[in-house]
């Protein structure tokens, strides 16, 4: 087989190969060791080593004291379904600013620690994001309110309602305007509270907005079909993915859905060797971007001609007029045609654009491809995304002029996340009277003179339509931590009826949603069973097609009107902080972006050949500040060079900069919203015109994480090919190392010194699939909720020290030669990228075991690689011995450390401490850590099994990753059960006692030096032609 | 020499006692049997100390008064078959009119006794062991508790008797190595006088004849400074090793409770199942101390206690009234970093409570019994038989170990000493 001469590379500082860069690979810790906390200069000091002698002496002496006596405290009255020790599982519903994902939560004695997936629903069916994954830390968030404010001083909700009150009742005697702001609401049973409430005060309008709006997609819809709707997708049906910057992976609309969806085609075995094929077409390089097959860097104000060339390529295809634009070449846009024209029916064009002239273009495309009785359902519409943006700029603009008298904000912060959130901010001073109902003293609360806060959504009751026909019952998990009442309560008190929203919500549902189903006579049943599954589907129309009337040469035309005005900015979401509605998560602002790897900041990206041209080098995190100016706004910030981003255009990540969300996010980036334009009433995302950026000179450090992780060699890391080799040969891109013995080549495994293990009760493995992953991030937070990883801060990143078990690797590809730097703008110009999830590889011959001089880390019999703290007395040979660098080491205490108490919040305040898994040891300073497969999982698992009689299943085990997996990237089971998922995917077979995989895809990362893990890895296989690949 | 005999004197009355000791103990009563007469039949003694402990003990003491008169010489204060009546139906015979039950009942604020329905050879053997508690209360308590578990009566006998018979061989061995030494120094002595009584000897020699035994020269020798340095230190450290193993080592920890709750009431005498109030002993990782509302199941009845009466049981109405929870203190402290779980022990393992937890039904006042060290948790996963009984998890396990090993499969064959098991 002929091997790949492609190189892989980490980023800009690895492909230039630079002195420093060659030095710190060779390191496993950096050279300094700054951990000297008192500043001192110099080692420890004659004086220091009496100290601590000093006090160790004293410390043992009290030891030996009485122990302190420690309390047991039951329950009083012991609720029944409550047992300490023993977690209870309840279904409910994620939405936050729209985004849906049913969920399960696991609660301990009465407190939430953690959020999986419901494998119930047939919309998220059990994925999670990372989004989804922190929100249970949201809920520990000290900076919430405590209660009720009023002039930014404490009252009580007795007193507030009547205020209240009095005073919308005021404006309503006057006529006045009353105005609810919110963000796309999902529950219907909270839409009806908002008609109560309209019903008492006729004069309120329902003003929906979305930071991330798609407004401009209901407009299109509605211009060519008459509806003004979001509709479904199905990524799962179509063969030929188009996507025009539309991060569906991502960001877009439900990531998590479509992730679900994308990697249905993702998945490949000895049954199936097809795949879909995706192409992209983008500014910044997206997640989505960085998992298609194609993927062509454009500029955003060019993406809309890419979009009507597309158009016209299709249209002759089909003999239709062809629309005039100008001209233009985009490479794989021929290629893209050709494949969405032979999948006709089984294809799937998605624009990101918030422009209504792209987006009537791309139903113009889907309508001419026959999607819309496949792909698309647009009588299945989602509500996602309810924003209006021509009414929020109304709301501005009314503002402004004192026509409004009063507005309630629910739950959103429109000072900070909207265009005009500070002309809103100014004529909001205006308003007689403004009500907030934000969990925190937010941008938007601050300027409000009442402050009613909501509970957090995992106190609340609530429901959940997010498309037609599928519901979801959201349900409390804890009772409210704080004086805060439900929002919904807080309308149905303030239209004078009884905040009694739980009973409101029920005889909602048993007049709606009980009414529509025949499966269930008794409405109680209906309820419990609804409440247990947390999802009921009552079935939607199923797609067909329909007639597009939108006018195609109008659109293409007012696309034709722009023009190359210098740099162009694109606002982008990352997917960990998303539109920054929880940014004070310090879970979300340490998660590395998946494409950057940085954490803790954002900035600005700029192609290679961008900072060249600036004089800007970019070598492991240390950048220079630039000065980015649009209209009369300007702000200072750091540049990272990303490769894939299209040249001329640069992307700032909105969601940060935030000033009251409180410690963790206050200060963290610059806030991007400000920047964002109105183009047609809509929203644009891309600023085309009057950007300009200059560099100050000044240096910077963004924290990044994978530009210091290192393997040995770094060539067969990543195993990949492409489709159509792997079809001829399923184990097509596998590198077979050979080692030569006295006795001629041999495999690496038939070599070694050690006689192995025999496992003969359990055998745990993990198979990550290449192929599947899609780099989001869901098993990094995932893992971290599970087990009680620890944040470090900025700093500490900066300093190579985070501590996720579980990291996304993301490497670059190409085949151009970096050696020069016009080679090096090549390769950086539009590189592959591949996502591998690396945790703890549980190696059977491990390099760790061996150099442990306590032995505290060790082989377990049923072929975990075992971590004991408390043995452990950090030498950390072991880390240093790790090919895979996946061992963590407590620098410090990060628990009960003021140090960390700013960022570390889930171990430093009481609060935060109750999200902790209390199977799971907080470790202390100066120990090492790794993934341990989720032992606790395991344990509790075949506890299960035993007091039950049988052995295990799947159902049973699976570690926090793989259950959080919206890919399905990550199998985790027995290798010993041979009705296991793994053992059937890897095609297991015993051989004179040992495991054989049949599986061809399936690789041990590192085969060369025969660590022999029990994880497996799958090839990546791209849908390209060969020679494209350059192969 | 005065020394020596002193020395051998007290031997021998320490043996003589521990022989007087240990026949008292073992020696059978063979004494001649009246038919009426209260028996002295250890096994009649026996079996009434068994019945008294789990019937009469909630409201009698022998020799103390409890919440019922004490019961030394009650076989003297009235017949047996007054006895007889009265424990069947005290009641009746208050109403007889007998002077002494009115008077009783009169004394004990009009507390009915529970009528209990026994044999009257039960209430004879009851009889017999009030008898032997009123004469022998002290002799009797290391039987009381010898006799009290099955298997423990065995090992503790045994293993006392071992050990005394090791002392007697250190005793005689010492008798005799002191009876050598006399027997030398004898020896020498008439020697030194035989060689002083001959006179041919030359001067070195008489030097050595007569040289004496220079006890301060010895004291100050480098070996004997360097020996007695060398176990000095070796003791000291000795003591500090031993010292630092028991940090953080409380057994026998036995704090005073918020609630003064009996085990050996609850557990022992009313003999209620353990799991009825520790719900989560069969489930969950931890057994619970129960709360409050499981209490009130039977003490929204119960209202007066034998032994404190209403006091300790109003504390739980208390903290139901005032809704604050009791704030128990916690025996068993086992470090964060170690993973223990009742369900994998009790309900899989079918491991008894009492195994950890010593005889919690006759604690009084609940001390931790076991270690809780890992070497201790180590020792008892080398030791114990993995209970694969009808237990399908185990069926493939057995299997494959009985194709290796003859002896049963012990939790360490499988995987249990490993250290993910219990810490992660």
Redesign the interface.
Same mark, same amino acid.
């Given at each position: 087989m002929k091997q790949s001469n492609k190189q892989y590379w980490k980023g800009i500082e690895q492909l230039t190969n630079s002195h420093e860069v060659v030095k710190n690979a060779e390191r496993e810790f950096p050279e300094f060791l700054p951990i000297n906390e008192n500043g001192e200069s110099g080692g420890s000091s004659r004086r220091d080593f009496l100290k601590l002698m000093g006090f160790g002496i004293a410390a043992?002496s009290l @030891?030996?004291c009485e @122990?302190p006596?420690?309390? @047991?405290?039951?329950?009083?009255?012991?609720p029944v379904d409550v047992?300490?020790?023993?977690a209870n599982y309840y279904a409910s519903t994620y939405s936050l600013g729209g985004n849906y994902c049913s969920i399960v939560v696991k609660t301990r004695e009465g407190r939430p620690i953690k959020i999986e997936g419901n494998k119930l629903s047939n919309i998220t069916k059990g994925g999670t994001n990372a989004q989804v994954e922190a929100s249970v830390l949201s809920l520990y968030d000290k900076e919430r309110l405590t209660g009720p404010k009023a002039k930014g001083a404490d009252i009580d909700w007795v007193a507030l309602d009547k205020e209240v009150i009095s005073k919308l009742e005021a404006i309503a005697a006057k006529g006045g305007q009353i105005r609810i702001v919110s963000n796309s609401i999902l529950s219907p049973t909270t839409k009806k509270v908002i008609a109560d409430f309209k019903a008492k005060y006729p004069t309120t309008e329902h003003v929906t907005y979305d930071a991330d709006s798609v407004s401009a997609m209901v407009e299109a819809n509605s211009q060519s079909f008459g509806q003004a709707v979001i509709p479904s997708y199905n990524f799962d049906k179509a063969q030929t993915i188009v996507s025009f910057a539309a991060d569906f992976l991502g960001t877009w609309i439900s990531p998590i859905e479509f992730t679900k969806q994308y990697a249905v085609n993702k998945k490949l075995g000895k049954d199936k060797k097809t795949m879909s094929r995706h192409y992209q077409f983008e500014s910044n390089l997206s997640l989505s971007g960085s998992n298609a097959d194609y993927r062509t860097p454009v500029k955003a104000s060019e993406l809309g001609l890419a979009v009507a060339h597309l158009y016209n390529a299709l249209a002759a295809k089909a003999g239709l007029a062809t629309v005039s634009v100008k001209a233009g070449s985009f490479k794989n846009l021929d290629k893209a045609a050709n494949d969405l024209w032979n999948n006709k029916g089984k294809s799937l064009v998605v624009a990101g654009t918030n422009d209504v002239s792209v987006q009537v273009l791309v139903n113009a495309i889907n309508s001419l491809l026959d999607n819309y009785s496949s792909t698309i359902n647009l009588a299945q519409a989602v509500n996602y995304r309810q924003g209006n943006d021509k009414q929020m700029a109304q709301l501005v603009a009314d503002a402004k002029a004192g026509k409004v008298d009063g507005v309630i904000f629910y739950n959103c912060n429109p000072v900070y996340d909207h265009a005009s959130g500070t002309e809103l901010a100014a004529a909001l001073a205006k308003v007689g009277f403004k009500l907030s109902t934000s969990d925190r003293m937010d941008e938007t609360a601050s300027l409000a003179d009442f402050v009613a806060p909501d509970h957090h959504f995992l106190e609340s009751w609530n429901d959940a339509e997010p498309k037609v026909g599928s519901y979801s019952l959201g349900q409390p998990t804890i009772s409210p931590i704080f004086k805060t009442r439900q929002a919904q309560a807080s309308f149905l008190v303030w239209a004078g009826g009884s905040d009694d929203y739980y009973n409101y919500l029920r005889n909602n549902w048993k007049s709606t949603v009980f009414s529509k189903q025949t499966s269930l006579m008794d409405f109680n049943t209906f309820w419990d069973k609804t409440l247990y599954d947390g999802v009921i589907e009552l079935g939607a129309p199923s797609a067909a097609s329909v007639a597009f009337a939108g006018d195609v040469a109008a659109a293409a035309a007012s696309l034709s009107a722009k023009t190359d005005n210098g740099p162009e900015l694109v606002i982008y979401q990352k997917v960990g902080i998303g539109t920054g509605n929880q940014a004070n998560n310090p879970w979300l602002q340490e998660m590395p972006d998946p494409i950057s790897k940085a954490t803790w900041d954002n900035y600005l990206t700029i192609s290679q050949a961008m900072a060249t041209e600036m004089g800007i080098t970019f070598v492991e995190s240390n950048t220079s500040l630039v000065n980015l100016k649009v209209g009369g706004k300007s702000v200072t910030l750091p540049v990272l060079v990303q490769p894939g981003q299209a040249n001329g255009t640069v992307g700032l990540a909105m969601g940060y900069g935030r000033e009251k969300a409180g410690r963790v996010a206050n200060g963290v980036g610059v806030n991007a919203y400000p920047f964002l334009t109105s183009a047609n009433g809509f929203v644009s995302f891309e600023i085309t015109s009057g950007v300009s950026i200059e560099a100050t000179g000044e240096k910077y450090q963004v924290p990044q994480t994978q530009t210091h992780q290192t393997y040995m060699k770094r060539q067969n890391i990543v195993q990949e090919s492409v489709l159509s080799e792997y079809v001829k040969d399923a184990s097509a891109g596998r590198f077979h190392p050979h080692v030569m013995g006295y006795d001629g080549e041999k495999k690496p495994s038939e070599i070694s010194l050690w006689s192995g293990h025999t496992y003969?009760?359990h055998h745990w493995g993990l198979v990550v699939d290449l192929n599947s992953c899609t780099g989001c991030s869901a098993c990094t937070i995932a893992c971290q909720a599970e087990n009680n990883v620890p944040v470090v801060g900025r700093q500490e990143v900066l300093n190579r020290r985070e501590m996720h078990w579980i990291r996304i690797d993301r490497y670059y590809s190409s085949d151009a030669d970096a050696n020069d730097v016009k080679g090096l703008e090549i390769a950086a110009e539009n590189p592959e990228v591949v996502f591998q999830p690396m945790m703890c590889q549980h190696c059977n011959n491990a390099p760790c075991e061996t150099v442990c001089p306590v032995a @505290?880390t060790?082989h377990?019999?049923?072929g975990?690689n075992?971590?004991?703290?408390?043995?452990c007395i950090g030498t950390r040979y072991c880390a240093n011995n790790c090919p895979y660098k996946v061992r963590r080491f407590n620098w410090f205490k990060y628990h009960d450390n003021e140090k960390f108490a700013a960022v570390n919040v889930a171990m430093n305040d009481d609060l935060g401490k109750m999200v902790l898994n209390p199977?799971?040891?907080?470790r202390s300073r100066g120990v090492m850590e790794k993934c341990?497969l989720c032992?606790?999982r395991i344990?509790a698992g075949?506890?299960t099994?035993?007091?039950e009689?049988?052995?295990?299943n799947d159902d049973d085990v699976t570690t926090a990753c793989a259950s959080a997996c919206p890919a399905d990237a990550l199998i985790f089971g027995d290798m010993n059960d041979a009705n296991s998922k793994i053992s059937k995917f890897l095609r297991l077979e015993e051989k004179e006692d040992k495991k054989v995989v049949k599986e061809e895809r399936a690789f041990h990362m590192l085969e060369e030096i025969n660590v022999n893990p029990n994880v497996f890895y799958l090839t990546k296989i791209r849908n390209k032609d060969l020679q494209e690949n350059n192969v | 020499m005065l020394k020596h005999i002193n020395t051998v004197a007290y031997c021998k009355t320490v043996l003589l006692g521990l022989l007087i000791l240990s026949a008292s103990i073992f020696s059978p009563a063979v004494y001649a049997q009246d038919a009426n007469a209260i028996s002295t039949d250890p096994a009649v003694i026996q079996q009434g100390e068994a019945l008294f402990k789990a019937n009469c003990k909630v409201c009698h003491a022998v020799n103390e008064q409890v919440v019922g008169p004490a019961l030394a010489k009650v076989y003297e204060r009235q017949n047996m078959d007054w006895i007889i009546a009265f424990v069947r139906n005290s009641q009746k015979v208050i109403q007889s009119g007998d002077p002494y039950a009115v008077e009783l009942y009169n004394k004990f604020n009009k507390t009915e006794m529970t009528a209990f329905d026994f044999s009257d050879d039960e209430i004879k053997s009851i009889i017999a062991y009030v008898k032997q508690e009123t004469e022998n209360p002290t002799v009797a308590a290391p039987v009381a508790t010898a006799t009290d578990g099955a298997t423990p009566a065995e090992g503790s006998a045994s293993a006392g008797m071992s050990s005394e018979y090791f002392y007697i061989i250190l005793v005689v061995l010492f008798v005799v190595l002191v009876l050598i030494l006399i027997v030398l120094g004898l020896i020498v002595s008439v020697l030194t006088k035989f060689l002083n009584q001959q006179g041919n000897l030359d001067e070195a020699d008489k030097e050595i004849v007569n040289s004496k035994t220079d006890l301060g020269a010895f004291m100050k020798s480098k070996a004997f400074v360097g020996f007695a340095i060398f176990i000095f230190v070796t003791l000291v450290a000795k003591t500090a090793v031993d010292?630092?193993f028991?940090?953080?080592i409380?057994q026998g920890?036995a704090?005073k409770q918020p609630i003064a709750f009996s085990h050996q009431l609850h557990a022992g005498q009313l003999e209620i199942d353990c799991n009825y109030c520790h719900?989560?002993v069969r489930?969950?990782?931890?057994a619970?101390?129960?709360?409050?509302?499981?209490c009130m199941n039977c003490h929204s009845i119960v209202k007066t206690g034998p032994q404190y009466g209403e006091v300790e049981i109003a504390k739980i109405y208390k903290?139901?009234e005032t809704?604050?929870?009791?704030?128990?203190?916690?025996i068993h402290?086992l470090?964060?970093?170690a993973?223990f779980?009742h369900?994998?022990h009790v309900?899989?393992g079918n491991v008894e409570c009492q195994t950890c937890h010593g005889e919690i039904q006759t604690m009084e006042v609940v001390q931790q019994h076991a270690l809780l060290t890992m070497g201790w948790c180590i020792d008892c996963h080398r030791k114990t038989d993995v209970n694969t009984a009808?237990?399908?998890?185990y069926d493939?396990?057995v299997e494959?170990?009985n194709e290796s090993s003859k002896s049963p499969m012990k939790v360490v064959n499988?995987?249990g000493l490993?250290?993910?098991?219990c810490?992660?």
């Amino acid at each position: 087989m002929k091997q790949s001469n492609k190189q892989y590379w980490k980023g800009i500082e690895q492909l230039t190969n630079s002195h420093e860069v060659v030095k710190n690979a060779e390191r496993e810790f950096p050279e300094f060791l700054p951990i000297n906390e008192n500043g001192e200069s110099g080692g420890s000091s004659r004086r220091d080593f009496l100290k601590l002698m000093g006090f160790g002496i004293a410390a043992v002496s009290l @030891a030996a004291c009485e @122990a302190p006596v420690r309390k @047991a405290i039951p329950y009083l009255n012991k609720p029944v379904d409550v047992d300490p020790g023993v977690a209870n599982y309840y279904a409910s519903t994620y939405s936050l600013g729209g985004n849906y994902c049913s969920i399960v939560v696991k609660t301990r004695e009465g407190r939430p620690i953690k959020i999986e997936g419901n494998k119930l629903s047939n919309i998220t069916k059990g994925g999670t994001n990372a989004q989804v994954e922190a929100s249970v830390l949201s809920l520990y968030d000290k900076e919430r309110l405590t209660g009720p404010k009023a002039k930014g001083a404490d009252i009580d909700w007795v007193a507030l309602d009547k205020e209240v009150i009095s005073k919308l009742e005021a404006i309503a005697a006057k006529g006045g305007q009353i105005r609810i702001v919110s963000n796309s609401i999902l529950s219907p049973t909270t839409k009806k509270v908002i008609a109560d409430f309209k019903a008492k005060y006729p004069t309120t309008e329902h003003v929906t907005y979305d930071a991330d709006s798609v407004s401009a997609m209901v407009e299109a819809n509605s211009q060519s079909f008459g509806q003004a709707v979001i509709p479904s997708y199905n990524f799962d049906k179509a063969q030929t993915i188009v996507s025009f910057a539309a991060d569906f992976l991502g960001t877009w609309i439900s990531p998590i859905e479509f992730t679900k969806q994308y990697a249905v085609n993702k998945k490949l075995g000895k049954d199936k060797k097809t795949m879909s094929r995706h192409y992209q077409f983008e500014s910044n390089l997206s997640l989505s971007g960085s998992n298609a097959d194609y993927r062509t860097p454009v500029k955003a104000s060019e993406l809309g001609l890419a979009v009507a060339h597309l158009y016209n390529a299709l249209a002759a295809k089909a003999g239709l007029a062809t629309v005039s634009v100008k001209a233009g070449s985009f490479k794989n846009l021929d290629k893209a045609a050709n494949d969405l024209w032979n999948n006709k029916g089984k294809s799937l064009v998605v624009a990101g654009t918030n422009d209504v002239s792209v987006q009537v273009l791309v139903n113009a495309i889907n309508s001419l491809l026959d999607n819309y009785s496949s792909t698309i359902n647009l009588a299945q519409a989602v509500n996602y995304r309810q924003g209006n943006d021509k009414q929020m700029a109304q709301l501005v603009a009314d503002a402004k002029a004192g026509k409004v008298d009063g507005v309630i904000f629910y739950n959103c912060n429109p000072v900070y996340d909207h265009a005009s959130g500070t002309e809103l901010a100014a004529a909001l001073a205006k308003v007689g009277f403004k009500l907030s109902t934000s969990d925190r003293m937010d941008e938007t609360a601050s300027l409000a003179d009442f402050v009613a806060p909501d509970h957090h959504f995992l106190e609340s009751w609530n429901d959940a339509e997010p498309k037609v026909g599928s519901y979801s019952l959201g349900q409390p998990t804890i009772s409210p931590i704080f004086k805060t009442r439900q929002a919904q309560a807080s309308f149905l008190v303030w239209a004078g009826g009884s905040d009694d929203y739980y009973n409101y919500l029920r005889n909602n549902w048993k007049s709606t949603v009980f009414s529509k189903q025949t499966s269930l006579m008794d409405f109680n049943t209906f309820w419990d069973k609804t409440l247990y599954d947390g999802v009921i589907e009552l079935g939607a129309p199923s797609a067909a097609s329909v007639a597009f009337a939108g006018d195609v040469a109008a659109a293409a035309a007012s696309l034709s009107a722009k023009t190359d005005n210098g740099p162009e900015l694109v606002i982008y979401q990352k997917v960990g902080i998303g539109t920054g509605n929880q940014a004070n998560n310090p879970w979300l602002q340490e998660m590395p972006d998946p494409i950057s790897k940085a954490t803790w900041d954002n900035y600005l990206t700029i192609s290679q050949a961008m900072a060249t041209e600036m004089g800007i080098t970019f070598v492991e995190s240390n950048t220079s500040l630039v000065n980015l100016k649009v209209g009369g706004k300007s702000v200072t910030l750091p540049v990272l060079v990303q490769p894939g981003q299209a040249n001329g255009t640069v992307g700032l990540a909105m969601g940060y900069g935030r000033e009251k969300a409180g410690r963790v996010a206050n200060g963290v980036g610059v806030n991007a919203y400000p920047f964002l334009t109105s183009a047609n009433g809509f929203v644009s995302f891309e600023i085309t015109s009057g950007v300009s950026i200059e560099a100050t000179g000044e240096k910077y450090q963004v924290p990044q994480t994978q530009t210091h992780q290192t393997y040995m060699k770094r060539q067969n890391i990543v195993q990949e090919s492409v489709l159509s080799e792997y079809v001829k040969d399923a184990s097509a891109g596998r590198f077979h190392p050979h080692v030569m013995g006295y006795d001629g080549e041999k495999k690496p495994s038939e070599i070694s010194l050690w006689s192995g293990h025999t496992y003969s009760n359990h055998h745990w493995g993990l198979v990550v699939d290449l192929n599947s992953c899609t780099g989001c991030s869901a098993c990094t937070i995932a893992c971290q909720a599970e087990n009680n990883v620890p944040v470090v801060g900025r700093q500490e990143v900066l300093n190579r020290r985070e501590m996720h078990w579980i990291r996304i690797d993301r490497y670059y590809s190409s085949d151009a030669d970096a050696n020069d730097v016009k080679g090096l703008e090549i390769a950086a110009e539009n590189p592959e990228v591949v996502f591998q999830p690396m945790m703890c590889q549980h190696c059977n011959n491990a390099p760790c075991e061996t150099v442990c001089p306590v032995a @505290a880390t060790t082989h377990s019999s049923e072929g975990l690689n075992q971590m004991t703290y408390n043995r452990c007395i950090g030498t950390r040979y072991c880390a240093n011995n790790c090919p895979y660098k996946v061992r963590r080491f407590n620098w410090f205490k990060y628990h009960d450390n003021e140090k960390f108490a700013a960022v570390n919040v889930a171990m430093n305040d009481d609060l935060g401490k109750m999200v902790l898994n209390p199977d799971v040891t907080v470790r202390s300073r100066g120990v090492m850590e790794k993934c341990s497969l989720c032992v606790q999982r395991i344990q509790a698992g075949k506890l299960t099994a035993k007091k039950e009689g049988r052995r295990t299943n799947d159902d049973d085990v699976t570690t926090a990753c793989a259950s959080a997996c919206p890919a399905d990237a990550l199998i985790f089971g027995d290798m010993n059960d041979a009705n296991s998922k793994i053992s059937k995917f890897l095609r297991l077979e015993e051989k004179e006692d040992k495991k054989v995989v049949k599986e061809e895809r399936a690789f041990h990362m590192l085969e060369e030096i025969n660590v022999n893990p029990n994880v497996f890895y799958l090839t990546k296989i791209r849908n390209k032609d060969l020679q494209e690949n350059n192969v | 020499m005065l020394k020596h005999i002193n020395t051998v004197a007290y031997c021998k009355t320490v043996l003589l006692g521990l022989l007087i000791l240990s026949a008292s103990i073992f020696s059978p009563a063979v004494y001649a049997q009246d038919a009426n007469a209260i028996s002295t039949d250890p096994a009649v003694i026996q079996q009434g100390e068994a019945l008294f402990k789990a019937n009469c003990k909630v409201c009698h003491a022998v020799n103390e008064q409890v919440v019922g008169p004490a019961l030394a010489k009650v076989y003297e204060r009235q017949n047996m078959d007054w006895i007889i009546a009265f424990v069947r139906n005290s009641q009746k015979v208050i109403q007889s009119g007998d002077p002494y039950a009115v008077e009783l009942y009169n004394k004990f604020n009009k507390t009915e006794m529970t009528a209990f329905d026994f044999s009257d050879d039960e209430i004879k053997s009851i009889i017999a062991y009030v008898k032997q508690e009123t004469e022998n209360p002290t002799v009797a308590a290391p039987v009381a508790t010898a006799t009290d578990g099955a298997t423990p009566a065995e090992g503790s006998a045994s293993a006392g008797m071992s050990s005394e018979y090791f002392y007697i061989i250190l005793v005689v061995l010492f008798v005799v190595l002191v009876l050598i030494l006399i027997v030398l120094g004898l020896i020498v002595s008439v020697l030194t006088k035989f060689l002083n009584q001959q006179g041919n000897l030359d001067e070195a020699d008489k030097e050595i004849v007569n040289s004496k035994t220079d006890l301060g020269a010895f004291m100050k020798s480098k070996a004997f400074v360097g020996f007695a340095i060398f176990i000095f230190v070796t003791l000291v450290a000795k003591t500090a090793v031993d010292g630092l193993f028991s940090v953080g080592i409380q057994q026998g920890y036995a704090p005073k409770q918020p609630i003064a709750f009996s085990h050996q009431l609850h557990a022992g005498q009313l003999e209620i199942d353990c799991n009825y109030c520790h719900t989560g002993v069969r489930i969950s990782k931890s057994a619970n101390i129960p709360s409050a509302n499981i209490c009130m199941n039977c003490h929204s009845i119960v209202k007066t206690g034998p032994q404190y009466g209403e006091v300790e049981i109003a504390k739980i109405y208390k903290a139901v009234e005032t809704n604050t929870p009791i704030e128990w203190v916690r025996i068993h402290n086992l470090p964060d970093l170690a993973y223990f779980n009742h369900a994998q022990h009790v309900e899989v393992g079918n491991v008894e409570c009492q195994t950890c937890h010593g005889e919690i039904q006759t604690m009084e006042v609940v001390q931790q019994h076991a270690l809780l060290t890992m070497g201790w948790c180590i020792d008892c996963h080398r030791k114990t038989d993995v209970n694969t009984a009808d237990n399908g998890y185990y069926d493939k396990l057995v299997e494959l170990h009985n194709e290796s090993s003859k002896s049963p499969m012990k939790v360490v064959n499988i995987g249990g000493l490993e250290c993910s098991k219990c810490h992660y």
